[in-house]
């Protein structure tokens, strides 16, 4: 069973993704459907993430958001 994140790890969590702001992503890491959400599948995220760059983060609740520009600008 996955713990949930406290609200202040989740906070936490976000301004260490904030180092991320700028680069670009090269390689995804979801093994298993417990990453994704929605209709998102684990091919879908490693065929579309790539090349994308970091633009910004947030948090709505214990919901950490990374914004994301698309590898063609």
């Known amino acids: 069973m ?3 994140p406290e609200l ?3 906070e936490i969590y976000r ?3 904030e180092r991320a ?3 670009r992503i090269d390689t995804v890491d979801a093994p298993d459907e417990w990453f994704c959400k929605r ?3 684990p091919d879908r995220l490693r065929a579309e993430l790539p090349g994308c760059i970091v633009s910004g983060t947030r948090r709505i609740g214990k919901h950490l958001l990374l914004d994301l520009t698309g590898p063609s600008g």
Do not use: D, I, K
Request: charged share 25%; hydrophobic share 35%; glycine share 6%.
């Open 2 to 4: 996955q713990r949930v």
């Open 8 to 10: 202040v790890e989740v």
């Open 15 to 17: 301004r260490s993704a």
């Open 21 to 23: 702001l700028g680069r």
């Open 39 to 41: 209709t998102t599948t």
